[in-house]
């Protein structure tokens, strides 16, 4: 397998089902539906008794039923049998993807493995693979069980590249693209649908090469240390294959650590800046509090000057007005329409969230319910409405900031972003040899 070691990457070899039918082989993301077993159950009738990822894999919406070791067993098993009854090919290589999506977008992307070696989640870390979100350390453990043993991995697990030039994803794609696709179809439920090349050849790893020796470059900063990628999606289960890895490590000698196939992880690798890759902030709605005493909280600590609207047209846009120089934070309570003009440069939520946090600390009597998470501006503006509520708008995510934010501050606040609906994200076709 080729590695480049400077780099933590490596192109892996890479396990697709033979006769390939991706509408009952390919599932979605198993953090994806938690709430939703509906959904889950009508993947299992797509699928029938195909072959599937689904039977690989373990659906979070699942993660608190009783049954939790009989299943893990039974995955495990299904992993063993697919690989003794011949349904994968195998070959080294990455694999270049287009996925079109149900709302007309196209993402590309870049499988290949990452060495856990180079990748750490927690706050102070200045790794070459960093997390984008909070981690939650008790949520790892649960995720250990399923992976340690595992005979197979399947990657859901999302990193983002800071790549303006496309070189490294747009640039393997070209190349990738000069033969036939290896896979091709569409997906489930009506999530659009994947095509997927192999990349393989010393044109394509010498441009792999290239391009990663461009953002190491582009990454490293005054102190010597490189940000090479930030984890978009799937950050706990990166998590837990690290602490998979770190655990097992301790039985292998030095030659065999270098090789293990546990030492690495298979992910997707996207151009933060692929226009197909939409960033959606997570509104907040604060429950049970005094909307004015926390608004001046707020503008207290973040400073700027807090301006009222009389629309819910001109409230948004003036939140949402990429021409300013600064973060601004819309606020809606009691029928007022508030926007705090502040300078902030970082990504909004990074500077509000521990500001939050603080306020109630000190004023709330159930901290945990008295602040909600809200995707959409309709909806966070309907929560704002009911009595007790102050909802707040958060401004779009801005890229150009992104690896900035991470690398000055750490991990975004948990439940900051969004990439893309639930049904744009990741969607199991490859494999990968674990234990």
Same mark, same amino acid.
């Given at each position: ?67 939790? $070791? #009989?299943?893990? =067993?039974?995955?495990?098993? !299904?992993? +063993? ?8 090919? *195998?070959? %080294? ?69 800071? $790549? #303006?030039?496309? =070189?490294?994803?747009?640039? !393997?794609? +070209? ?8 896979? *091709?179809? %569409? ?92 960033? %959606? ?155």
């Amino acid at each position: 397998m080729k590695t480049f070691t400077k780099f933590g990457v490596q192109i892996p070899e890479i396990l697709l089902p033979k006769n390939i039918d991706l509408k009952t082989w390919s599932v979605i993301a198993c953090d994806q539906y938690t709430q939703d077993k509906e959904y889950w159950a009508e993947a299992a009738k797509t699928a029938g008794k195909n072959p599937s990822t689904l039977n690989l894999i373990y659906p979070e919406v699942y993660l608190n039923e009783s049954d939790k $070791d #009989e299943r893990i =067993a039974k995955i495990q098993k !299904t992993m +063993k049998e697919y690989l003794s009854d011949g349904i994968f090919e *195998e070959s %080294e290589e990455a694999i270049y993807i287009e996925r079109k999506t149900e709302y007309g977008r196209m993402r590309k992307g870049l499988v290949i493995a990452i060495d856990l070696e180079k990748y750490e989640w927690k706050p102070e870390s200045k790794a070459f693979i960093r997390a984008t979100e909070a981690t939650v350390p008790e949520r790892i453990p649960p995720r250990m069980k399923i992976r340690n043993g595992a005979a197979l991995e399947l990657p859901h697990i999302m990193l983002l590249a800071n $790549d #303006e030039s496309d =070189a490294l994803v747009g640039g !393997t794609g +070209k190349i990738a693209k000069e033969n036939a696709p290896v896979y *091709e179809g %569409e997906l489930m439920h009506n999530s659009g649908s994947i095509t997927g090349w192999k990349v393989c050849g010393e044109k394509a790893e010498k441009n792999i090469e290239s391009a990663l020796e461009s953002l190491m470059q582009k990454g490293t900063g005054k102190d010597g240390n490189t940000f090479l990628f930030a984890v978009g999606d799937g950050n706990h289960s990166l998590a837990t294959a690290k602490a998979v890895w770190d655990e097992h490590k301790k039985t292998l000698s030095d030659a065999e650590k270098a090789s293990s196939p546990v030492r690495f992880a298979l992910v997707e690798i996207v151009n933060i800046y692929d226009e197909g890759l939409t960033f %959606e902030p997570i509104h907040r709605v604060i429950f049970n509090q005094d909307a004015d005493k926390l608004i001046a909280f707020v503008k207290e600590n973040l400073g700027g000057e807090v301006k009222e609207f009389t629309s819910e047209k001109e409230w948004a846009e003036s939140v949402g007005d990429k021409n300013v120089g600064g973060a601004r934070y819309g606020f809606f309570a009691n029928g007022k329409y508030r926007v705090l003009e502040t300078s902030i440069t970082d990504l909004a939520i990074a500077a509000l969230q521990p500001v939050l946090d603080k306020f109630l600390e000190a004023n709330s009597k159930d901290k945990k319910n008295d602040i909600d998470y809200i995707h959409g501006t309709e909806d966070v503006v309907k929560l704002g409405k009911q009595p007790n509520a102050l909802s707040i708008l958060l401004p779009p995510i801005a890229k150009d900031s992104f690896f900035q934010t991470i690398n000055g501050r750490g991990p975004l606040p948990r439940k900051s972003f969004s990439m893309g609906e639930a049904s744009e994200k990741r969607f199991y076709v490859e494999a990968r040899k674990l234990f």
